[in-house]
Each structure stands twice: as C-alpha cells, then as structure tokens.
C-alpha cells in the first residue's frame, strides 16, 4: 500500500510519490488526463483511491475564474435570518434557478458584524445583496473586486441590476383598507430600521412602506404622528412583546398594522391571551402573504408580494450578469391586498 509522510489529508504530492510521478502528472491525471497515458493515469487514479486523496475542486474552480456557485449577502446572522420564513421561500426562488442552471448556493452573512468583511471570504461567481443601504460600503467594495451583483430590498443603484416589490402601493392599500373599514385609533408593528433611523430617516423598502401609510392616512386627514408606533426585529416573539406593550394605556388601537407576517402572527398571540377577540374587538393585517396566513387562525388579511418569484427574478439577472449578457434594469413586482378575516369594522 501506499504510504505518505506527511500527516493529516493526502496531498498531490503524497499521490505523485507514491505512484512515481511528478506533481504536474497527478494534476494531468484529474484535470486534462488527455496529455498522460491511459496507463499512468490508472496508477494514478489508483495511488490516490489508497491513500483517500480527492483534489481541491475549490482550487481548480479559483484557478479557472469560476466557481459555479452563486451567493446571497445577508444583512443579518444566520440564526435571525432563518426565523424569518420569508428567506424560506426567497431562497426557494433562488434556489430553482440554481438548479435549473448548475449553480451552487451559498450563504453569506455578516463576519464579526460586518456584511463588509464577509465578501472577500465567498468563493462565489456573484451575489445576490439583500436589503443593504448602497451607500454602506458593501456596493462600492463589489464594484471594486468586479463582482457582478444584484440588488435585492434596497435603494436602487444606477448601473446594477435590483428586484424589489411595490411596497409602497401594498402599504398604501392594505392601511385604506383599514380606514375604509372605520379603523382611526391605528398602531404600526414595524421591523427594526437600525440605530442610523434618527439620523438618515427610513430606507429601502421600509421607506416605501412608510410612505405608502402616509399617503392613506392623508386621505382621511391623519398623519403619521397620529399612529403608534413599535418598531421590532422581525421575530413572532417580538410582534408579541410589542402588542402587548401597544395595547396598554388609554384609548388602545383598534387596529394592528404589522408590516411583515411574522410580527402579524406575533401580535395575534399577545391579543388572545390578553382575551381581545381578533377581529371582533382589533384588527390585525400584515404583509408578505406567507403559507400560515392562509391557515392561521384567524386567517390573516395580509398584503401578497411575490417572494418566490422575487428570488427566481433575481437569480436569472446574476447568471445573466455573470455571463456578461446585456444587464438588467430594475424591476418592480407588482403586490395585491389579501382580504381573509383578521379584519373587520371596529366594535
């Protein structure tokens, strides 16, 4: 049997020695086995069966310039990020066209806090950047290294391909829906936007979301200075704890306007136990339209946006712009109120 010096995993030269070869023949043998023999790559093959060894396919990829795998950029830690069903079905989204394509998928969250530091540790061919300000230093830092990027739940950004979802339009309907209904004591369960919000105000889709709640309150002679607001991670946990804290006081809402499911789903558990019938007593409405909403109870007014295919969309603009085929200019998708029955006229 063969053997190795060296300890731990097999290397190219623990095969050459063993089958007396040099290293350039071993790397013959696994990537242009047409420049050996059929018999020296057999001894090859064979020496390297033995031993265990199996090349660095990430190296050959490196070397080549591609590594067939695409990344998605994320603007939290794993852990938070997978409470959050809706990267379950952008991801499904992503997914399918890797699959359909040959690509790998990897994760990238951010490394010590920094989305920053993370990018030069992903051997990716592109990323797929979600919800990140484009003016952090992540944009420029892509640019930089020139690797393609889309843009996912940001600001838009001249030159990149973006996909996001007419939030300010489902925001807008979703709140008139509400006051159309005769709701006027409202409270916002809103995602966190950051510790820079004093100072740079919203971005991105929460912006828009904000936006679009503005331009409804107008129409019946509101602001938004006339809605309580929490702003939360988006956890079911924390759409709890904020509920419970909105609904203490004088004159509590009547109607809860979460603006994603998750802390939707969270704002029904704290009113159920507090004994408040949903909608009989508060309304509840969220936004994205997941696959509980239609089978929680009560089955959730939400406003629909098109996760999977936001994800699908965005995938074919990275192997496209990977390809060096024309770029993509932003797209928008459209979204539609849901109506179900976690809302009705107040008491």
Known sequence: ?????????????????????????????????????????????AAA???????????????????????????????????????????????????????????????????????????????????????????????????????????????????????QGGARE??????????????????????????RGYRGPLARRMAGIT????EYALTIDDVRLAEVPVTRTDGYRATRALMTGPQPPTALLALSDVLAYGAVDALQELGIDVPGEVSVTGFDDLAESAWFRPRLTTVRQPIVTKGRTAADFLISAIRGEDQHPHQSLGTTLIVRDSAAKPA
């Open 49 to 167: 069966d033995e031993l265990g060894y199996t090349p660095n396919t990430l190296a050959r990829m490196l070397q080549a310039g591609t590594t067939q795998s695409l990344g998605v950029l994320l603007p939290q830690r794993l852990a938070r990020i997978m409470e959050n069903p809706y990267y379950a079905r952008f991801l499904m989204g992503v997914g399918q066209v890797c699959d359909q394509e040959g690509y790998t998928l990897l994760l990238t969250p951010p490394l010590q806090d920094s989305v920053l530091k993370a990018i030069p540790y992903a051997a990716v061919d592109g990323f797929i950047v979600c919800g990140l300000e484009t003016d952090r230093g992540e944009v420029a830092e892509l640019e930089r290294r020139n690797i393609p990027f889309v843009l996912i739940d940001s600001d838009r950004y001249e030159g990149a391909p973006s996909v996001d979802v007419d939030d």
């Open 174 to 199: 979703v709140t008139r829906y509400l006051l159309e209904l005769g709701h006027r004591r409202l409270a916002i369960v809103s995602m966190d936007p950051g510790p820079d919000r004093a100072v």
């Open 215 to 218: 331009e409804a309150l107008s």
């Open 1 to 45: 049997m063969p053997s190795r010096k060296s300890g731990g995993k097999p290397t190219s030269s623990d095969v050459a020695a063993a089958a007396g070869v040099s290293r350039s023949a071993v790397s013959f043998a696994f990537n242009n086995p047409q420049r050996i023999s059929t018999a020296t790559r057999e001894r090859i093959l």
